[in-house]
Structures are given as structure tokens and as C-alpha cells.
């Protein structure tokens, strides 16, 4: 089992990790989160009605990491519109992204929470022994699953991945390449998704 997702018995997954990989998952998702940025300030109203229909950004993110996360909902998929329709299309997704990042937001950042705090408890039980196998239930195996989608998302925009091509280049990048480090662990993060993706399935 080590380095891949496993079903258990009645639903969830398990996979073995070290103290060296727990620590790798942990820092990328505190990054991750320090990315996101904060949820609603401590003094934001109570009212749970006006934080639902708070108005979010209008405009993509500068970062070309958030970008990626956070994707515009239109655009023309078969190339370059017309100035009239890429004003339209600017228009919808400024419209949409309005009334829904900060909904998605507020689930990467739980995603992400969820994996630090998993994490920390498997050091604190495991404290010692060098690592140990992490369990988790099916509701925690979907968070998990959005968290690594987004890990990867976040190192292959840092990575300038766009296709399946650029993928394979990255397994034939010499050792002494800075990236390599970024690489290996955008390819060891993809098995684990990999993996987990297979104990959800019926």
C-alpha cells in the first residue's frame, strides 16, 4: 500500500505514508491555503442570509495559479470570439464569477483544511515511528480528492502545464533541472489521485 490509495472495507481509503511525504502533503496544503487566503473576517455579520448572497471578485485573479483554480465560466472554446463576443463572454463570467468564487473558495480552503488536520493527527498518533497509515471515511476521501486536484493545478500552472505533451516532457528533465524537485512531486501527487480516484469508484 505505500504511496497508494487502497479501499477499506465498507467505504473510505487508506494509504501509507512517511514522516517525509506527510510533511510534503501538509507544506503544499498550508501554501495552498495561504494562496486561497482567509474565509469572512472574525467581525463579518452573523447573518448567514447576507454572507450567501455577498458579493465575491469580478475580475480573474492576478496570480496565474488562482487563474487556474479559478477559471473564467466563459469562454470559446474552439478559439479566438469576435471582439462583440468576447465582450459578451467577459460580461457572463464577471457576472457569474461574482455570485460564485467566494462559494468555491470557501471549499478549496475546507479541502485543504481538512488535509492539514488529518495530517496533523496521523503525526501526533504516529509521532516516533517514522509514519503511518492514514484511514479515511468516504466524505474525507472526497475532500482529499479536491484538495490534491488542486495541489496539482496549482504546481502545473507553476510548471506552465497546459496539455498532456508538456507531461511527458517533464519525465525527461535532467536531475540538475530546478524543477525537478516541483515535478516530482506534481507526478508523485497524481498517483495518489490516481489511486483514490479508483477506491471511490463502484
Given at each position: 500500500m505505500p504511496g497508494t490509495f487502497e479501499p477499506?472495507?465498507?467505504?473510505?481509503?487508506?494509504?501509507a505514508l512517511d514522516d517525509v511525504e506527510i510533511s510534503?502533503?501538509?507544506s503544499l496544503a498550508v501554501q495552498l491555503l495561504e494562496l486561497i487566503g482567509p474565509g469572512p473576517a472574525a467581525d463579518a455579520p452573523d447573518d448567514p442570509l447576507a454572507e450567501l448572497f455577498a458579493d465575491g471578485p469580478s475580475e480573474p485573479p492576478a496570480d496565474p495559479v488562482l487563474r487556474r483554480l479559478f477559471p473564467d465560466a466563459y469562454g470559446d472554446p474552439e478559439g479566438t470570439p469576435q471582439a462583440k463576443e468576447a465582450e459578451e463572454q467577459?460580461?457572463?463570467?464577471?457576472e457569474f464569477r461574482r455570485y460564485t468564487e467566494n462559494d468555491l473558495r470557501a471549499g478549496k480552503r475546507d479541502n485543504a483544511l481538512a488535509?492539514?488536520?488529518?495530517?496533523?493527527?496521523?503525526?501526533?498518533?504516529?509521532?516516533?515511528?517514522?509514519?503511518?497509515?492514514l484511514k479515511l471515511s468516504p466524505e474525507e476521501s472526497q475532500r482529499w480528492l479536491g484538495a490534491l486536484?488542486?495541489?496539482r493545478l496549482a504546481i502545473g500552472s507553476r510548471l506552465e502545464?497546459?496539455?498532456?505533451?508538456?507531461?511527458?516532457?517533464l519525465y525527461r528533465l535532467p536531475d540538475?533541472?530546478?524543477?525537478?524537485p516541483m515535478v516530482m512531486a506534481y507526478?508523485?501527487?497524481?498517483?495518489?489521485q490516481e489511486t483514490l480516484v479508483a477506491t471511490l469508484m463502484p
Open positions: 477499506l472495507p465498507g467505504g473510505g481509503a487508506a494509504v510534503i502533503i501538509r467577459k460580461a457572463y463570467s464577471a488535509v492539514v488536520r488529518a495530517l496533523d493527527e496521523l503525526s501526533s498518533a504516529s509521532a516516533g515511528e517514522g509514519g503511518a497509515v486536484n488542486d495541489l502545464i497546459t496539455d498532456e505533451d508538456d507531461t511527458d516532457l540538475e533541472d530546478p524543477r525537478k507526478l508523485w501527487l497524481g498517483g495518489l
